[in-house]
C-alpha cells in the first residue's frame, strides 16, 4: 500500500463512527504521526475525518509503524480525555493476531515479563525484558490463545493487559516466538527499518466502554493483504 492516503481512501478505512470518536483501519506502513525521520503520517489526513465538527479528530492511543489494524480517535476534547482515562486504566480490550515463528507449546497462556527501555541513549524506544530486581522495569502482562499451527508457524491470539511500548513484539520473542517480520525483536535484527519491512501483528478487534448507559463500542479490522496469505496458509477462511 501507498505510503500515503487519499482522504476518500482514509474515509474507506472507517470501522466505527459516532458523535464522540472513530475507529478506523490503520494500514501497515505508515506511522501514526511525525518522527524524526519526517516523510507521510496518518495523522496528516485526519481533517478528512471533521465531517461536522469544526475540529479535527485526535489520536486516543498509538499503534507501531509496521502494525495494522483497530486505532481508535477522539473526535472532541472531553471524548479524547475521556478515552485517555480509558486506555491508561486498561479498561480497553485489545485483541491482536500474530503469525509468529515457532511454537509456543501450550494452547493459551499468561506471559507477565517486565519490560524497560533497552538503551535510554541510544534507543529510547527499543524495549527489553527486564530482571524481576530491575527498579526500571515495568510491569507488563499479555494472554494469548494459539488459533492454528503449521509449518514451523503459529498464529496468535493476544490481549495485553498492560500498554507498554512494543509490549506484544517482546513478550514473542521472550517465548520463543518472535513475531514474523519483527525486524527488531526478531532472529536476525536489523540496526534500522528495511524499506520493505512487513510486520505481521494485526490490531484485530476492540472493545471501548465509552458509554456508561451503553454496552462498550466494539469494532473489528480484517487482515491486511501480507497476512491474509499467511493466515489462510494457517486455516483463517474469513473476512
Known amino acids: 500500500m501507498s505510503f500515503s492516503l487519499s482522504p476518500e481512501e482514509l474515509r474507506a478505512r472507517i ?40 475540529e479535527r ?55 507477565g515479563l517486565p519490560l524497560k527501555k533497552q538503551d535510554a541513549a541510544r534507543h529510547s524506544w527499543r524495549m527489553m525484558v527486564a530482571a524481576a530486581e530491575d527498579a526500571d522495569g515495568q510491569e507488563a502482562v499479555t494472554d494469548y490463545r494459539v488459533l492454528a499451527r503449521g509449518a514451523g508457524r503459529a498464529w496468535l491470539a493476544l490481549r495485553p493487559l498492560t500498554g507498554r511500548t512494543h509490549q506484544i513484539r517482546v513478550h514473542c520473542a521472550a ?43 466494539e469494532a473489528e479490522a480484517p487482515p491486511p493483504p501480507h497476512m491474509r496469505t499467511a493466515l489462510q496458509q494457517l486455516g483463517f477462511a474469513g473476512g
Request: a positive charge; proline letters at 10%.
Open 15 to 54: 470501522l466505527y463512527r459516532d458523535d464522540l470518536m472513530l475507529v478506523i483501519d490503520k494500514p501497515p506502513g505508515l506511522p501514526v504521526h511525525a518522527g524524526s525521520g519526517g516523510g507521510p503520517t496518518l495523522e496528516a489526513g485526519f481533517d478528512a475525518l471533521r465531517f461536522e465538527l469544526a
Open 57 to 111: 479528530p485526535a489520536l486516543a492511543h498509538r499503534l507501531d509503524r509496521e502494525t495494522s489494524g483497530c486505532l481508535v480517535l477522539g473526535r472532541t476534547r472531553p471524548a479524547l480525555k475521556q478515552l485517555g482515562h480509558l486506555f491508561a486504566a486498561n479498561r480497553v480490550e485489545k485483541l491482536y493476531w500474530a503469525v509468529v515463528e515457532g511454537d509456543p507449546g501450550a494452547e493459551d497462556g499468561r506471559i
Open 175 to 217: 517465548i520463543g516466538c518472535p513475531i514474523l517480520g519483527d525486524w527488531i525483536y526478531g532472529g536476525t535484527p536489523a540496526p534500522r527499518r528495511p524499506k520493505d519491512a512487513a510486520l505481521f501483528l494485526h490490531a484485530r478487534s476492540i472493545r471501548v466502554p465509552l458509554y456508561r448507559q451503553k454496552p462498550p463500542v
